[in-house]
Nanobody, 117 residues
């Protein structure tokens, strides 16, 4: 099983980034997909969730209206479009796959996003 994030980097406040997470080794379409982030000294928090069908999404209040999660089941990839970035969005971002039936879950290795003021 692999989940590989890409698209992170350094961006100025107000800018945009799109994270991608390419997956393999499991039945992607039967898993809910989530993005988490962890800033230095803080607990990991869930940022966005998309259901296995793609029909339901939800977001942390801190990113609602600025971030959009989407998935392409044909490409086994989940995305996180991040707009109007703020310095407090600086963190390591992780993608996560959670089985829609059962408790199996997988994590990516994480990717750094840094937003300068």
């Amino acid at each position: 099983v692999q989940l590989v994030e890409s698209g992170g980097g350094l961006v100025q406040s107000g800018g945009s980034l799109t994270l991608s997470c390419a997956s393999s080794g499991f039945t992607f379409s039967t898993y809910h997909l989530r993005w988490f982030r962890q800033a230095p000294g803080r607990e990991r928090e869930r940022v966005a969730h998309i259901s296995s069908s793609g029909g339901m999404t939800n977001y942390a209040d801190s990113v609602k209206g600025r971030f959009t999660i989407s998935r392409d089941n044909a490409k086994n990839t989940v995305y996180l479009q991040m707009n109007s970035l703020k310095p407090e969005d600086t963190a390591v971002y992780f993608c996560n796959a959670l089985a829609s039936r059962g408790i199996q879950q997988y994590w990516g290795q994480g990717i750094q996003v840094a937003v300068s003021s």
